[in-house]
């Protein structure tokens, strides 16, 4: 039985040594971390925002240039997952699960996905579409021809057909999950043969497998491992992935786990402490190692008994399929989305609250400084996407 029709994946991993790769960001301008109304999370609302943006930056081998910013619709509420770039740089997509209603000065369900067209000078967007539910995150296939949308209020998610010559996309289809599951972010293996899929509403993670005719159902297997499962990512072509579990977000130690997802079993073989909130996760291309963003409750009032002042990336090394804790470094306050790029040495993590995309360099297993901050004037950075992923 299948749900829906998923164009053909690729069958070949892209090549880890891709010349250029772009990252794009979701800008955040409405919501700040002050006195205010409060909001979910710890937030505030800005009185007079600054339209919603996203940014595109080209990582090559020597210093990263931003392609340029486009006026779309974002929302920091959900998974740091609401953007995501084709393999050939030509087209990305932006999710917005909420925008803001100034009459209430609170946030309700947006509806929109935009459609931008990353070989146009100066980038712009050239389609919206308005889903019938709110959109919490993105995961499009490697080979860029289609992508899920995920629901998580409505439990279920839409496919989208992909033509990123024509930079364009239409609704191909749904798939239904288990009521109170409440999907919640996604991710294809390198080969688009396998997609993971987080609950947090039952604490589960799905794996599905991947032929030319679609997802199939039911799920290979639903993995447990923590307390809402937040983000996902793959380890390269190597069978393994990490999940970050989110927790309840009070102020306990909250965890990473690392699932092992080929043979005929699959299932999570570690699961490792990292600190409180980690809300994005990644894994290196080559498999080698994992990062996690935890808040640390940074975005939480100062009165919190569990305050704290800065967000943190935490390095894991993977080794015999164990989850070594090796480093950890401060960011800014209220973290958000991790990733590794291509070389799987440089990190890029998230702060909501000072604007920046946080560089580091992997250096004899130790998290190194790789450059300044990017610092972005338009808004926050609250979600992220990599070329190809």
């Known amino acids: 039985m299948r749900l829906h029709r998923l164009l053909c994946p690729v069958l070949l991993a892209l090549p880890w040594y891709a010349p250029a790769q772009i990252v794009g960001v979701a800008l955040e301008p409405k919501a700040v971390i002050g006195d205010g109304t409060p909001v979910v999370g710890g937030a505030t609302v800005v009185a007079s ?31 740091p997952s609401a953007v995501a770039i084709s393999a050939d740089r030509r087209l990305a997509l932006v999710a917005a699960s909420s925008r803001l209603d100034p009459a209430q000065a609170k946030f309700v369900p947006d509806r929109r996905v935009t459609v931008i067209d990353l070989t146009a000078s100066p980038l712009r967007a050239v389609q919206t579409l308005e889903l019938d539910a709110s959109p919490t995150s993105l995961a499009m296939s490697p080979d860029g021809r289609s992508a899920l949308v995920l629901h998580t209020a409505a439990d279920r998610a839409t496919v989208l057909a992909l033509d990123s010559r024509a930079h364009s996309a239409k609704v191909a289809g749904q798939i239904a999950f288990p009521a109170g599951s409440g999907p919640l972010s996604a991710a294809f293996s390198p080969d688009g043969r396998r997609l993971l899929v987080t609950r947090a509403g039952d604490h589960r993670v799905s794996l599905y497998a991947v032929d ?48 092992r997802l080929d043979g005929a079993a699959p299932r999570t073989v570690d699961t490792v402490s990292v600190g409180p909130v980690p809300e994005g996760v990644a894994c290196s291309p080559d498999g080698r190692y994992a990062a996690a963003a935890t808040q640390n409750l940074s975005n939480r009032p100062k009165s919190h008994p569990f305050y704290g002042e800065r967000s943190a990336v935490v390095l894991l090394k993977i080794e015999n399929e164990r989850l070594l804790r090796l480093d950890r470094q401060p960011i ?5 989305g991790v990733a590794f790029l291509d070389d799987s040495r440089t990190v890029v993590a998230q702060s909501i609250a000072d604007r920046a995309l946080h560089r580091f360099r992997i250096e004899a297993d130790r998290l190194r400084p790789a450059g300044a901050p990017i610092v972005f004037e338009s808004g926050g950075p609250a979600s992220m996407g990599v070329s190809g992923r």
């Open 49 to 79: 925002p600054k339209p919603d943006r996203a940014a595109f930056i080209d990582f090559s081998p020597s210093q990263p240039r931003l392609l340029g910013e486009v006026d779309a619709p974002t929302s920091y509420l959900g998974p």
């Open 332 to 336: 800014g306050a209220w973290s958000q």
């Open 212 to 259: 030319d005719s679609g997802v199939r159902v039911p799920a290979i297997r639903d993995l447990v491992a923590g307390v809402r499962p937040f983000a996902v990512s793959f380890c390269g072509a190597g069978g393994h992935a990490v999940v970050s579990n989110f927790g309840d977000g009070d102020g306990d130690a909250d965890t990473v786990s690392l699932l």
